[in-house]
């Protein structure tokens, strides 16, 4: 018997339409409200669970939107064609050298996606965007452990726009334990920077989560 199953008579009797149970990697009630674009209805796991979950939690779907790469593989790739599917957003990749920039430019260039999605090079200690220029940035990996913790979370709130999101990390399930930080480290440092909104969440992986002047 398949797990979801009695979860799935519970859904099944509540008669709420776009509702369905997926029992991949867990169990999940997904539901879908009657706007949502067609790829929303889709069930993806990876990088694209993330994008929902991003859009669901935040309910941030239009604007600008920086992905923070670290690579250029199937995951960055995915997530990169997950946002384009469900969101509205204008997205720029960076990436930490030219060679990769460019080397997604090219790819980026040969896709449906290449009118929303801009290949860029740079670096998260000193990020190339005026004050406020985002309305969400995401990135996988560990992109805030490492270095100058502080400055690159100041850097990534500087770059969001008032009721702007970050949400920066990931589950590290290969990587040896001497190269991981602790949770208590990263809150220590997000202290350290003084600014409001930040906060370390450590259920699911690790993330950096920065809520910038929001509302909800």
């Given at each position: 018997?398949?797990l979801?199953?009695?979860?799935?008579?519970?859904?099944?009797?509540?008669?709420?339409?776009?509702?369905?149970?997926?029992?991949?990697?867990?169990?999940?009630?997904?539901?879908?409200?009657?706007?949502?674009?067609?790829?929303?209805?889709?069930?993806?796991?990876g990088?694209?669970m993330?994008?929902?979950?991003?859009?669901?939690?935040?309910?941030?779907?239009?604007g600008?939107?920086?992905?923070?790469?670290?690579?250029?593989?199937?995951?960055?790739?995915?997530?990169?064609?997950g946002?384009?599917?469900?969101s509205?957003?204008?997205?720029?990749?960076?990436?930490?050298?030219?060679?990769?920039?460019?080397?997604?430019?090219?790819?980026?260039?040969?896709?449906?996606?290449?009118?929303?999605?801009?290949?860029?090079s740079?670096?998260?200690?000193g990020?190339?965007?005026?004050?406020?220029?985002?309305?969400?940035?995401?990135?996988?990996?560990?992109?805030?452990?490492?270095?100058?913790?502080?400055?690159?979370m100041?850097e990534?709130?500087?770059?969001?726009?008032?009721?702007?999101?970050?949400?920066?990390?990931?589950?590290?399930?290969?990587?040896?334990?001497?190269?991981?930080?602790?949770?208590?480290?990263?809150?220590?440092?997000?202290?350290?920077?003084?600014?409001?909104?930040?906060?370390?969440?450590?259920?699911?992986?690790?993330?950096?989560?920065?809520?910038?002047?929001?509302?909800?």
């Amino acid at each position: 018997m398949r797990l979801g199953r009695p979860l799935c008579q519970i859904v099944n009797k509540s008669g709420v339409p776009g509702v369905k149970v997926v029992d991949h990697r867990g169990q999940w009630v997904k539901i879908v409200g009657p706007n949502a674009p067609k790829a929303a209805h889709q069930f993806q796991a990876g990088p694209h669970m993330l994008v929902n979950r991003l859009i669901a939690n935040y309910r941030i779907t239009q604007g600008r939107c920086l992905l923070i790469c670290l690579n250029d593989g199937e995951g960055m790739q995915a997530m990169q064609r997950g946002f384009a599917d469900v969101s509205d957003f204008r997205i720029t990749a960076l990436y930490s050298s030219d060679d990769l920039a460019k080397a997604a430019k090219k790819r980026i260039g040969s896709t449906a996606d290449a009118d929303r999605i801009q290949s860029v090079s740079g670096s998260v200690d000193g990020l190339p965007y005026d004050d406020g220029s985002f309305d969400l940035v995401v990135g996988t990996g560990p992109i805030m452990i490492w270095g100058d913790r502080e400055g690159k979370m100041r850097e990534v709130y500087r770059v969001l726009r008032p009721g702007g999101v970050a949400f920066i990390g990931g589950r590290y399930l290969g990587m040896p334990d001497f190269r991981k930080v602790s949770s208590d480290d990263l809150r220590t440092s997000a202290a350290k920077t003084g600014l409001p909104g930040i906060r370390v969440l450590d259920d699911g992986g690790q993330w950096m989560e920065n809520l910038k002047d929001r509302v909800d």
